[in-house]
């Protein structure tokens, strides 16, 4: 056995280490004012000369004495000899102590009439109003704002010291090819050092992308020396896990000290953290998500200590939409998509795959599970941290259930009209749950033509029928996909890739199986079973399997042969009080928009006669079409 | 009488016709993806190529033919012959499917035993896994982040289409200097077009700043007419209102339309929209806060339909720590800071001067009081918008009551435990009525000596007295400030400048000039009356009076001469219940550092003897000296 790590630490104890173990820098550069949003002030700022440095009148009018103006009325006006004329921002003479705005005034030649007395320092701006020479404008470690800086600019400051951290990033690695470089195969672009540079840029520090460092101990050794002198702490990306090429800790520890090497928390297992020169080096695991958990738990918060300003997050307070499994003793954090669902928050969680950084990308935000949890179910509250605008959250619908690559184009084409649509792969049952548990907006499913819903009494009737409306997304084919264009006779002679048990698609195929007096213990792989038509349509494109049983759109999306075997109807189940709320009623236009039709026939796979038609279903499965006012504007197919 | 506006019409019109006048420019540019962050794409971004390209071991190992390890157990461990070495992240090879760790086998030179079978795509990661080639990564419209910015290199994305808006910035005004000029009196740096480009850079525009043009309206209608044809929006800072050099409205008129000139809003009444070429041109107000609110109210929306993003903003609704009145029929928008008192939020007004913007500076949001009220009374919930990081909210402390110098001092000493303080001057009244409804944490009182608190039972006999712990800041005197060094004797042949009947500082003055049989009639300025101890020193500082009554802290902090009357005692009472509270424990013991103490001896005007001495009163004014245990760690004086 290999020991892969030192010793894993609790991200308790490692952000802990992190934070204590090294000196705060304390390093400051003044940069122009006009640069100086997000920055932190180092010094406290004082004005340079007051605002105004005299008495300033703040109307266009005359400045007068006020003693002068007592009495005056409609009845009694009083005539001003002694004035000037001003405008606003002029100055006021030292003589007066008023000032009178034009239109209160009535000329007459070289004096003018007034029927109001003036009160002292009417319309005067007095010298040092808004600030006074060398009062304090800025305290030390205030975060700039835009309107700060004209404030600063109106008080003569040209530039501003403010905090820096210099930060220098080492990529390692032999597989890697720069940004601009189109890799070969087993070759991937360096790109977490990009996102270190933007992410801690962000925070104001200044960054240094130093050269990649092959897998050689000797070059990885003179490249982090070289960087630790530079800086005021390293961030050194991937050779942190233990294979044969990772040499990033024997050479922390040849050069300096490793403080720890491996952490309880997923992403990011790899993680270490260096001490040479007194200075920190972060060992960022090199699969992205792993590396984005470390730069946002451990660099993050030791910029923050060290005076920089962390990104602003949100935190809202989500259910799941389905229970999460997660291992006793990590800190997990997964991506979710969170949405707004009658009176709650419900997430979906994304793909946890440390490689898969669309899940991010696909993301409006990720929860925390902690180590001394197995997991959530769909009952537990607990916080998700947005990272998008909470704005976007009320433009999120959450969809769960059966996966489509229809439902790709159709997320697609509502986002021209501003709305998130997050797809859970759960499958009908997984439609089903979230339909009784009001924890999706809508819920796609994959049923055999309505004339034989009774067949699916198994789960139709779990669905609060009476409730929904269904709306028609397309007819399409559940069939046998391949590369090879093989059909059900072939099925003895290739490897097989199956559905789980339970899926429509796996009662289908055994009915078939049956009616045709084909044994399972004959088709090789019937026992390999995979979650849904997408992980089919992948195992067979990447090799794994040589048929398998899908739908015609998801076999034409990996590009495979198909051979259909039955018809499938691709239905959205919407709760009918959700029909009307303005982001569902989008969703439903835009699957009876021509758009959404075209975008399908381009795809190919599908059977578009009835998309758009809105039905529902009484408790004998005896249909009913509907024609919804709400959507009164696209005609009924 | 002069018309100042064409029409004021209302905040909520003005801004209709800001957004609906326009068509959006909707232009692009290519920018390098590393510059892209908060940025928003202008076209859907899809992959390069698929990532991972082809099948990748996910950890360091064996990749094997699942079918051969099938049985493997402790009893009877399997031997795999056929297999390659991989690293994380090499090649599969095409007949292998599916890779097993390192630590689960046991080397046997040319082979290895293994005692668990390997499932199926076990530790690969199957091309296409993050993405595949051409799959959509970025919607149109998404606004760039810093991770997505690793997943988009990671996709071989080098440069991204970003949404563009280029804006000219124009500032008009003979009274103004470039940045780095020092200002003669009556001149102003010209500051409004940076706080411009710094506000509307940070949502993505690309601004450019114009020369300064001279009040001239030739100089004006050329400079308009290149900045409208260089750019899709263009803003024209002051020469907004209707003084005699005003001459942005009929510049714009002589070449375009002028859409509205003068708003219902404060501060930024003189607002105005024009046309020219189709283009929008946005009349800024000269005074700064005004200038604010057309950027946040009307710039920010219109960009916001253009596609770019808007800041991000944090509401808390709060209650007013006081009552404010505001105009029936204009919207107003006022500077507020916000802290958490008991289970509520409250907010104290700053300054509502619009050229005051040091009170933007100090506060951390603002509040709209909506067109149809006349204003707010201490009980009303309303929204603030906060303009710092929410989590500022928890470490601000709110003040509300003797405004002294001292207090200044104390804010800038606690801002170095990261505390923000916030005073409201509302004078001893103010004091007790904060106090009552619990709308402050601590309040600032000016009392006479201790053993004169019967004196004041108008005032004491109203704070909840057995609730509270009065703090001693310092001890100061109250008397005669003036420029000339005047005393009490001179208040008859100078010009005086009063206290408003109620507060202690004029029952005081009262008594004295009742127990000297002066008649307040023969003293010139009697009538005038002013809110603070500030307001008076600030009047005479200006030449608007000659002599006042203030406190000798106030008198030095503005450079007047004093001669003292009567002591005056500077307490912070605080509710015995927030003693404990971190922030208050924070802030007493910051009023019995050392620290504090040095920097009043260094202001002068105060005596320190008592500094820190903690004390309660019982309802018969008998005094009780407190050793607070919550402040054990300082000693008691």
Chains 1, 2 share one sequence.
Not at 140 to 160: C, K, M, Q, S, W
Not at 328 to 341: K, R
Not at 475 to 480: A, M, V, Y
Request: with cysteine.
């Amino acid at each position: 056995m290999v020991k892969r790590y030192l010793s894993l630490i609790s991200l308790e104890r490692a952000i802990d280490l992190t934070l204590t173990s090294f000196e705060k820098p304390d390093k400051k550069i003044s940069i122009p004012v006009i640069n100086s949003v997000g920055r932190v002030s180092a010094t406290p700022v004082y004005a340079k000369y007051s605002v105004p440095e005299v008495n300033l009148s703040a109307m266009d009018g005359f400045s007068v004495r006020s003693r002068d103006t007592v009495g005056a009325s409609d009845q009694s006006p009083v005539t001003i000899v002694d004035f000037t004329q001003v405008n606003t921002g002029n100055i006021v003479p030292p003589e007066f102590d008023a000032v009178i705005m034009i239109e209160d005034t009535w000329d007459k030649g070289d004096c003018f009439q007034i029927r109001k007395s003036a009160s002292l320092w009417q319309h005067i701006r007095p010298a040092g109003e808004d600030v006074r020479e060398g009062q304090l404008v800025l305290p030390e470690g205030h975060r700039i704002r835009p309107f700060d800086i004209g404030a600063l600019a109106t008080y003569g400051i040209v530039n501003v010291d403010v905090r820096e951290v210099n930060i220098g990033l080492i990529p390692t690695g032999s597989e890697l090819v720069n940004l601009g470089i189109r890799p070969g195969p087993g070759q991937v672009v360096e790109s977490n050092t990009i996102m270190a540079q933007v992410f801690l840029g962000e925070m104001g520090a200044n960054c240094t992308r130093y050269p990649i460092a092959r897998d050689d101990p000797k070059t990885i050794e003179e490249s982090l020396c070289r960087a630790v002198e530079e800086n005021d702490l390293v961030l050194i990306s991937a050779g942190s896990s233990a294979g044969t090429r990772d040499y990033t800790a024997e050479v922390i520890e040849s050069v300096g000290e490793l403080l720890f090497h491996g952490v309880a928390m997923k992403p990011g297992k790899p993680a270490m953290l260096g001490k040479i020169d007194d200075k920190p080096v972060i060992g960022l695991p090199g699969y992205p998500l792993a590396a984005q958990t470390v730069l946002r738990e451990f660099a993050g918060p030791l910029l923050k200590s060290w005076g920089l300003p962390e990104p602003l997050y949100h935190t809202f307070r989500v259910q799941l939409s389905g229970s999460l499994v997660s291992d006793l003793g990590f800190d997990e954090f997964i991506p979710v998509s969170v949405g707004h669902v009658g009176n709650k928050f419900f997430a979906i969680p994304h793909s946890r795959g440390s490689g898969v950084q669309m899940a991010t990308v696909k993301a409006n935000g990720f929860v925390h599970i902690p180590a001394f949890t197995e997991g959530c179910d769909s009952e537990t509250e607990i916080d998700a941290v947005l990272t998008t605008d909470p704005g976007n959250i009320e433009r999120t619908i959450l969809l769960s259930g059966a996966y489509d690559p229809a439902l790709d184009e159709l997320a697609h084409l509502v986002r021209d009209n501003g709305i998130f649509m997050q797809v859970r792969s759960a499958g009908n049952i997984g439609a089903v749950l979230s339909l009784r548990h009001n924890s999706c907006h809508a819920a796609p499913l994959s049923l055999p033509d309505f004339s034989l819903l009774p067949n699916c009494r198994e789960i139709m009737q779990l669905l609060p029928l009476s409730d929904l409306r269904f709306v028609h997304i397309a007819t399409t084919s559940l069939g046998i996909a391949s590369l090879g264009g093989y059909s059900f006779e072939n099925l003895i002679t290739t490897r097989f890739i199956n559905r789980r048990k339970g899926t429509s698609a796996r009662m289908i195929f055994d009915t078939i199986l049956k009616s045709r007096g084909i044994d399972p213990a004959q088709i090789d792989g019937y026992g390999h079973e995979v979650e849904t038509h997408k992980a089919v349509a992948e195992a067979i494109r990447n090799g794994f399997a040589d048929t398998g049983i899908c739908t015609s759109g998801v076999a034409e999306e990996n590009g495979l042969l198909f051979v259909p075997l039955v018809g499938e109807q691709l239905e959205l189940a919407i709760r009918t009080d959700l029909m009307k709320e303005p982001n569902i009623s989008a969703l439903v236009s835009t699957i009876r928009s021509e758009s959404f039709k075209l975008s399908l026939a381009n795809k190919g796979g599908y059977n578009l006669s009835q998309t758009g038609l809105i039905r529902c279903l009484s408790e004998d499965f005896s249909v009913k079409e509907h024609h919804s006012p709400e959507s009164a504007s696209a005609p009924l197919l």
